[in-house]
């Protein structure tokens, strides 16, 4: 059974701070995404990351996928105020074809 | 140009009643997936659809059941409602089995009360 690991659950930062989300996988997959949800909403795709040393930037935000380490990380540069969120990650794994699992999500709260 | 949208926004039933959800896939995708957001929680996958046919299943059982009609739209059906079924019901649509352009509908909130 695929799993998908996200660490940590709860992230409170500083505005104008960086720091880093963890997601690490248990199977083969050459496919990662990040999504973004607001409280009640549904979610929003950040990145998709299609291969091994995949690297995609947008804004404040920087994903990177390493399938050898099954490790992606979503870095995040001198946080504001508007990035608080949940941030989820989630594998489509080799042997699943198109469907998604998700790790438990890392609740963002950037302080001013 | 549309993008995935789920009906109705919100719900509410009594445990033991049956519900039906609704989705229409983004113009061009012939694809839908159902997930269950429990609160606090990431989204748990359902079921798939594609050409009218049930394709992958998760751990759900099954009091959840589904349709795709042949305008690739799809309907998540939940039968004798328990309260633990009070979640957000996501509809994502795609192309084709193996597609990784997934979009996300807004959601339906059930609460079983």
């Known amino acids: 059974e695929l799993k998908v690991e996200q660490n940590p659950l709860f992230l409170s930062m500083q505005e104008g701070k960086n720091y880093t989300i963890y997601c690490n996988y248990s199977?083969?997959?050459?496919?990662l995404y990040w999504y973004r949800q607001d409280p009640g909403k549904s979610l929003e795709s950040l990145f998709v990351?299609?291969?091994?040393?995949a690297v995609k930037q947008e804004g404040r935000l920087m994903a990177s996928l390493d399938t050898k380490a099954r490790l992606s990380t979503l870095h995040i540069t001198a946080a504001v105020h508007d990035l608080s969120a949940t941030y989820f990650c989630?594998?489509?794994?080799?042997?699943?074809?198109?469907?998604?699992?998700f790790g438990e999500g890392t609740q963002l709260t950037v302080n001013p | 140009d549309a993008g995935v949208t789920q009906s109705p926004t919100h719900l509410i039933k009594t445990r033991g009643q049956q519900v039906t959800l609704r989705c229409s896939p983004k113009?061009?995708?012939?694809?839908v997936s159902w997930y269950q957001q429990a609160l606090g929680q990431g989204p748990q996958f359902i079921f798939q659809?594609?050409?009218?046919?049930?394709?992958q299943r998760g751990n759900f059982p099954d009091r959840f059941s589904g349709h795709q009609f042949p305008n690739y739209s799809s309907e998540l059906n939940v039968n004798a409602l328990l309260l633990g079924d009070s979640a957000l019901y996501l509809c994502?649509?795609?192309?084709?089995?193996?597609?990784?352009?997934?979009?996300f509908g807004s959601g339906t909130r059930l609460t079983v009360v």
């Open positions: 994502a649509s795609g192309t084709g089995v193996a597609n990784y352009g997934y979009t």
């Open positions: 199977t083969t997959s050459d496919r």
């Open positions: 990351l299609l291969s091994n040393g």
């Open positions: 989630a594998v489509d794994g080799e042997t699943s074809g198109s469907r998604l699992t």
């Open positions: 113009s061009g995708h012939d694809t």
């Open positions: 659809y594609y050409e009218e046919e049930e394709r």
